[in-house]
């Protein structure tokens, strides 16, 4: 395996007749991701595009490891993604997409797919204080939509029913290590371990949060689809919500504003999920999200991959208010919220 930076991609790209021989490019790294390369190929006489590679080693303090094997999951969840959008006779008023595939080497484990131009990831824009209803409703459309348009398994390859990528990727640094770190919370992160075993439902994204949600002004395009699988769709939800909740942690006084984009996003996926799929999975899905939204919340502060913006007092409150949660067992997303809005107005009270 040849592994590609910004110094020999345009080497390869040239050997492999990805462009031309004499056609300028100009390529630089995107940042954010921790687990593949992803580089940026700007061609002034044609069009852009992305390479991405995936990278045994992930790019966090704590060792971490999975097979780069994962990069042909991502093609086939965004395959399935694409068909699914283009399939839809619904829309939110901001449009959604997913990327074009232009070519794959197996050899490499790396793609091609077309770039988004001029855009913003939403967690910049959620960063800056840019808070956009309408955004949050589409994400809520666009998870309904594939929640729903694959329930029962349907449209879903073979190769999705296997979930080793999402338990390297995610169970095990996110559930079994806030197990490791809090002991107390070994049983209860077993049983929600077990619940995503036994509650497949769906194509399950997994990693759908704000840094993978490419604004546009055409849109919003959605990407990183390498923990694809199927099964618990209460896993997307608790996780992206997670993102939600720590943006409007963040925010301190602002909290109430940013919480409305929960409410703006569940909305609009109970309207597309219940469209597609038995209405009557709609509560117990949201009792599981719960449970996994206050995991994910403590994950990203003791997990292996912690966010980045938290200062030390809130990710205190963070994590004594998840862990609360978790031993509280909480009925539902609006339980999770409320503990929070609380606990951040205890924090600001003087």
């Known amino acids: 395996m040849q592994l590609i930076d910004p110094l020999n991609a345009e080497a390869y790209l040239r050997r492999r007749k990805i462009i031309a021989h004499d056609q300028p490019v100009s390529i630089h790294e995107l940042p954010g991701g921790v687990s593949n390369l992803v580089l940026y190929v700007a061609c002034p006489t044609e069009t852009d595009f992305v390479i991405k590679q995936a990278r045994e080693q992930l790019r966090v303090a704590a060792p971490w490891f999975c097979g780069v094997g994962r990069i042909w999951r991502e093609l086939e969840t965004m395959q399935v993604c694409t068909r699914l959008l283009a399939d839809s006779t619904t829309q939110p008023l901001i449009p959604a997409s997913t990327p074009e595939i232009l070519f794959s080497d197996r050899d490499n484990f790396l793609f091609g797919m077309s770039a988004v131009a001029d855009h913003v990831t939403w967690k910049q824009q959620l960063l800056c204080g840019q808070v956009d ?3 949050a409703r589409a994400c809520g459309w666009l998870m309904g939509r594939l929640h ?4 029962g398994g349907r449209q879903l390859p073979e190769s999705l029913h296997d979930r080793t990528f999402f338990t390297d990727l995610r169970v095990d640094p996110y559930y079994r290590q806030i197990a490791t770190v809090h002991p107390e919370l070994l049983f209860v992160v077993e049983r929600l371990i077990r619940s995503l075993d036994d509650s497949v439902c769906c194509l399950v994204h997994g990693d759908f949060s704000p840094k993978n949600l490419l604004v546009h002004e055409r849109g919003i395009t959605l990407v990183d689809f390498e923990v694809g699988h199927f099964g618990d769709p209460a896993f997307d939800i608790g996780f992206f ?9 963040h925010a301190g006084r602002c909290f109430s504003e940013y919480a409305t984009l929960i409410e703006c996003f569940f909305d609009n996926y109970r309207t597309e999920l219940t469209r597609l799929a038995p209405v009557d999975e709609m ?3 949201e009792s599981r999200a719960a ?3 206050a995991a994910c919340l403590l994950a990203r502060v003791d997990g292996k991959s912690p966010v980045d913006y938290l200062g030390e007092s809130t990710r205190v409150l963070v994590r004594e208010t998840a862990r609360e949660l978790l031993l509280e067992s909480p009925p539902s997303v609006d339980a999770v919220v409320s503990a929070l809005h ?8 003087p």
Not at 241 to 249: E, G, T
Not at 342 to 349: D, F, N, T, Y
């Open 133 to 135: 209803p309408d955004v």
């Open 148 to 151: 729903g348009g694959t329930w």
């Open 241 to 249: 919500l997670s993102h939600l909740a720590l943006k409007a942690i």
């Open 283 to 285: 509560e117990s899905v």
């Open 291 to 293: 449970t996994n939204l």
């Open 342 to 349: 609380a606990a951040i107005q205890g924090e600001l009270s």
